[in-house]
Structure formats: structure tokens, C-alpha cells
């Protein structure tokens, strides 16, 4: 019997998580969900971590060693950075159009919400953790990106850019350096590469029960939120349409162009990431996967992904600040501002930083709707709470949604990127359904 794919078997553990959960919210399996089901799905999630460091660390080097000269490096990141700013750009644009045009918060009653205490309280969360964000000069992210401790940025995942950093470093240097002192070390890191996409493989042998886990815990967790989501329907429909153009038009669009990959064929290749990045709401957690796909299934070369990746994860979210533009207009409406044009391109401006800085792990993208909400001219900064605590309960949904866009956007980018340096290789129809 034929084998079945990967992102089959993936599928079948997202529905029955969601039938399961579905059926324990009527039975009333809250605890036992949450003692016997939700571990497996947090370990799952763990693994996933486990291995993003010590991957993005041992691939980067290798990837940059493998760089004949340096200055196909900042060749390659120029043009990285570039297609990822147009890319946030178009889908800032895309959620400003649609909002605009479907004005959702028009007319909402903004008290027919009934807001619970949690809510209130994850709102002033959100809004303690974007203080800390706003703390620092206009130079500050470059600050962060340079670790004063490589074994204290390695520790934590959030520090993934200190990583990168250090990673290229470490990689420019091993080329500057004569062959013969570095056949070891080079040797070195390729082995660990190795061992780690084995174990990427290993692990996404659980997946299937990882999302089954995930899912299962997550829907008996929003139980009630359902009724909230009809309330918010027309704001999480005009957010879900605006993800669904970019993964249906504007993608295919851009490989059409750039590349001669087939979307069918790339679709085929990334699913799995992109149904962990909807189970995990998180691309760092996304990003072990995501590299394996590319790498294996749709041919981009190491040297590429290596650097095109992490980069992409940590600071590539079109996702994520579609999803602010259209949130902050439809916070404005439902409070009865009207935005203007300065408003607007304010909005284009800080969601494209914003989702830059947004970290790479769930509700990220929330906390950086606040400055976003904190910077548009027009609205007063005593709507920032309740703004967010009218959306505060669909926001995990549509936050494994913007992530599916997050990952898709960079691998993507990878793609056209290998593609435009001659670095994508065919791959067989085995490689792309295995
Ligand atoms: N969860 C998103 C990600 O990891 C970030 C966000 O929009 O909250 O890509």
C-alpha cells in the first residue's frame, strides 16, 4: 500500500483534535484534557524548540562557510531584506484596502461584548509587555541584535537574532581563514547539521498526534468563544480574507514571477510547516520544520535557507501586520474615528516595523498592535484597552492564521531567493509528497 504523506496524516490529527475537542467540551472533559491530553501537545511544541538553536547555529555556519566569497553574502541579505519589506508593504496595503472598504467596526456595538475579568486582564498584559517594548532609542533593535554573551543568547529562543549574528560572524570568519585550519571545524558543523534535520525528522514522525494534542486542547479551551466570534464575525472574516488573498494571489504571483516553481508543487512542499505554524501559532517553533521542507522537499540550497529562514521567522510577518493594519482601523471605527491619510500611512509605516520587532511566538503580534494603535495621530490613547479587549477573544484563532501567512511569506521569499541565485534544485514528486 502506498504510504500516506505527511501533511495527510497531519490533516487527519488536526480534525480529530478538533472532533475531540468539540465532543470533550459537551462531555465536560475539561480536566481530564488538561491533565492527559495538553502535556502531549506542549511536549511536541518543546521538541520543536528544542532543536532551533543549535539548527539555525550548525546551518548558518554551514551555509555561510559554503559562500565562496563574503560578498555573496550581503548580496544575498540585501535582497533578503528587501523582498521581505515589499512583501510586509503588500500585505499592510492588502488589510488597509479591505478594512477600509468592508468597515467592519462601522456600526458595531462595541458594549454588546461582554467582557469577562480575563479578558480585561490579558488586555493589560499585552499593554504592561508593549511598555517594555517602547523603553529604549531609535537605535535600540540594533543594540539587541548584538549579544554581550553568546551562551546567554543561545539560552533563550527569543534572542534568535543575537544567534544569527553570531552565526554569521563566526562563518565569515571560517572563510577568511586558510582551508587546511578549518577542515575540522567545517567538518564539524556539517556533521551536527546532519544530526539535527534526522532529528527534525524524528520529530515530525509525532507530529500527527503533537497537532492532534494542540488542537484538542485549544478547542476545548475557547469553548465559549464561539458566541464571541459571531459577534466579531465581520472584523475576523476581513482579517481571514485578507491572509487568504495573500497565500492565494499575492504568492503565487510572486514565484510566478521570480521562479519557475509550480505554486502546486510548493503548496504540496510547505503544507506541513504551515499546518504546524496554525497548531503552534508560533513561527519560531515553525522554523526547524520550515527549514527541513525547504531544504529537502522543495530544493532550496542550504546556503540560502540557512540565512533566508531565521531571518525570515524573526523578522518577516506579513501575517502578522496585515492583521494590525486591519485591526487598528477596525479598533478606530467601532470607537468612532475616522481615519485619515496620515493616519493611514502611519499605520503602513509602524506595522511594517511592528511586525519586524513582533517576536516569533504566540499573541506576539497583539503586543505590537499597541504601538501600532499608540502611534496613529488621530486616535486617543485611552482606547488602547478596551480597543484590545474587543478583539482579545478571537485573537488566538486568528493568530494561527496570521502565522500559517508568517511562514508561507518566508518560505516564499527563500524560494525566489535560491531561484534568483541559482540556487533551487528540481526535486523529484517522491521528495515533495515524502
Ligand atoms: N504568532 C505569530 C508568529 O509567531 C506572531 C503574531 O502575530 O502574534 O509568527
Redesign the pocket.
Known amino acids: 500500500m502506498k504510504k500516506l504523506a505527511l501533511h495527510w496524516k497531519i490533516i487527519i490529527g488536526m480534525v480529530l483534535g478538533v472532533v475531540y475537542g468539540l465532543i470533550a467540551n459537551q462531555l465536560g472533559w475539561v480536566d481530564f484534557t488538561n491533565d492527559w491530553i495538553k502535556p502531549w501537545g506542549k511536549i511536541f511544541v518543546n521538541l520543536l524548540k528544542l532543536i532551533a538553536v543549535p539548527l539555525v547555529f550548525a546551518s548558518l555556519i554551514k551555509g555561510v562557510a559554503s559562500l565562496s566569497d563574503i560578498s555573496k553574502l550581503s548580496r544575498i541579505g540585501g535582497k533578503t531584506i528587501a523582498i521581505y519589506l515589499v512583501s510586509t508593504v503588500i500585505a499592510v496595503t492588502i488589510g488597509l484596502l479591505l478594512v477600509n472598504t468592508v468597515k467592519p467596526g462601522e456600526g458595531f456595538d462595541k458594549d454588546s461584548i461582554s467582557k469577562t475579568e480575563q479578558i480585561e486582564e490579558g488586555a493589560n498584559k499585552k499593554i504592561k509587555a508593549a511598555e517594555n517594548v517602547k523603553d529604549g532609542g531609535p537605535l535600540q533593535f540594533l543594540v539587541d541584535i548584538v549579544p554581550t554573551n553568546i551562551f546567554d543568547a543561545a539560552s533563550n529562543n527569543r534572542n534568535m537574532l543575537q544567534v544569527i549574528f553570531f552565526a554569521i560572524l563566526f562563518g565569515i570568519a571560517l572563510v577568511m581563514i586558510p582551508n587546511e585550519k578549518t577542515t575540522y571545524v567545517k567538518g564539524f558543523f556539517d556533521g551536527i547539521n546532519d544530526i539535527i534535520l534526522q532529528i527534525v525528522d524524528i520529530i515530525m514522525m509525532a507530529a500527527p498526534y503533537g497537532v492532534f494534542a494542540l488542537l484538542g486542547g485549544l478547542v476545548v479551551d475557547f469553548g465559549a468563544s464561539a458566541e464571541l466570534f459571531i459577534s466579531l464575525a465581520k472584523y475576523s472574516v476581513t482579517v481571514i480574507v485578507g491572509l487568504l488573498l495573500m497565500i492565494l494571489v499575492v504568492y503565487p504571483l510572486i514565484l510566478k514571477i521570480f521562479t519557475k516553481m509550480k505554486y502546486k508543487d510548493f503548496f504540496k512542499g510547505i503544507m506541513p510547516a504551515q499546518m504546524l ?1 496554525f497548531s ?7 522554523l526547524p520544520v520550515t527549514m527541513e521542507r525547504c531544504e529537502d522537499h522543495l530544493g532550496v540550497s542550504e546556503e540560502v535557507s540557512s540565512f533566508v529562514l531565521p531571518l525570515g ?1 524573526t523578522i518577516n ?1 506579513d ?2 501586520s496585515l ?2 493594519a486591519v485591526a487598528a482601523v477596525f479598533i478606530a471605527q467601532a470607537f468612532g474615528y475616522s481615519l485619515g491619510l496620515t493616519d493611514q500611512l502611519t499605520i503602513v509605516l509602524t506595522a511594517t516595523l511592528a ?1 519586524i520587532g ?11 498592535l499597541i504601538i501600532v494603535l499608540g502611534s496613529i495621530p488621530t486616535l486617543p490613547s485611552d482606547i488602547i484597552a478596551p480597543g484590545l479587549a474587543l478583539i482579545f477573544g478571537v ?1 488566538r484563532i ?3 492564521m ?2 500559517v501567512v ?2 508561507t511569506g518566508d518560505a516564499t521569499v527563500a524560494t525566489v531567493v535560491a531561484s534568483t541565485e541559482g540556487k533551487l534544485k528540481e526535486v523529484t514528486e517522491e521528495e515533495l509528497m515524502s
Open positions: 505554524a503552534t501559532s508560533s513561527s519560531a517553533a515553525t521567522a510577518m501575517g502578522t492583521y494590525q511586525s513582533a517576536a516569533a511566538v504566540p499573541g506576539a503580534g497583539m503586543i505590537m485573537d486568528l493568530d494561527m496570521r502565522t508568517n511562514v
